[in-house]
């Protein structure tokens, strides 16, 4: 990872890095509309700002859950496990650098996430929320048929599985050895409990959902860079639940 430098500043929502500049943009209507018609339950705008976010990404509207991929690796101590939380969010911003150059129109928000087990270990590994658009193509340069279309959406398999070709080229580039991961199970948002919602696509967009940037600490920011990112768009924004009733709101139709 020596490659990817730490020094890098801000000024005029402009991030500076050693690999090149990246502007940061306010999402304009339209962009928040596509947003929230992607999404499956959509964004909710906030009247004010709460505890820095202007937003609520829905992940749960009454009983029903957001549902996601979870891609889980071997359990393993706790400083292992955060190492490795680590390490994934790097190479999910490099995977997105590829992923977004394959053409996908839908939104695909990859996050490392950290849970407990029963017997005391940790598992360190990647939920994959996969929001494929109503034009979503179905079949990218690789065709892996449509094994998770039925609980996503027509296109989500063939969008999970150019994602892990990414993933998986990232690690491979940089040298470095890419986790064991044995099992991918379908589960509701609820399932994970520490999960780093950062960063987002959609289609060629990418979208950072935190609160502060972070410009300084994180070294995403030189990761996208490096891949040739140089603009993203600053959605601050917590997950959230709403009431059935609040359904048309986030979903713009208001």
């Known amino acids: 990872m020596e490659k990817y430098q730490r020094t890098m500043t801000i000024k005029n929502m402009e991030i500076q890095t050693k690999k090149g500049s990246i502007d940061i943009h306010k999402p304009d209507t339209a962009t928040l509309k ?62 997105y650098c590829r992923y977004i150059k394959i053409g996908f129109s839908g939104a695909y928000l990859a996050s490392p996430y950290l849970r407990q087990r029963d017997n005391g270990l940790w598992e360190a590994g990647v939920s994959h929320f996969i929001f494929p658009s109503d034009n979503e193509k179905v079949y990218s340069e690789k065709s892996f048929g449509k094994a998770y279309d039925n609980q996503f959406g027509s296109g989500a398999t063939n969008m999970f599985m150019a994602f892990v070709d990414s993933f998986k080229q990232a690690f491979a580039e940089s040298k470095l050895t890419m986790p064991q991961y044995f099992g991918i199970d379908i589960r509701p948002r609820s399932h994970l409990k520490s999960l780093a919602m950062y960063f987002m696509v959609v289609g060629s967009d990418v979208f950072c959902l935190r609160t502060n940037l972070r410009e300084q600490e994180d070294v995403a ?29 986030a979903k713009g139709r208001t």
């Open 34 to 95: 596509q947003l929230q018609n992607i999404l499956t339950y959509g964004v909710m705008p906030f009247k004010q700002t709460f505890n820095g976010a202007d937003f609520g990404v829905v992940m749960q509207c009454g009983e029903q859950e957001v549902y996601c991929l979870k891609q889980q690796p071997l359990e393993v101590e706790r400083k292992q496990a955060e190492q490795l939380f680590q390490l994934q969010h790097f190479m999910i911003m490099d995977a």
């Open 221 to 249: 920011w030189t990761i996208l860079a490096s891949g040739g990112i140089d603009k993203v768009y600053h959605l601050p924004a917590f997950p959230m639940t709403i009431n059935e009733s609040d359904l048309n709101e």
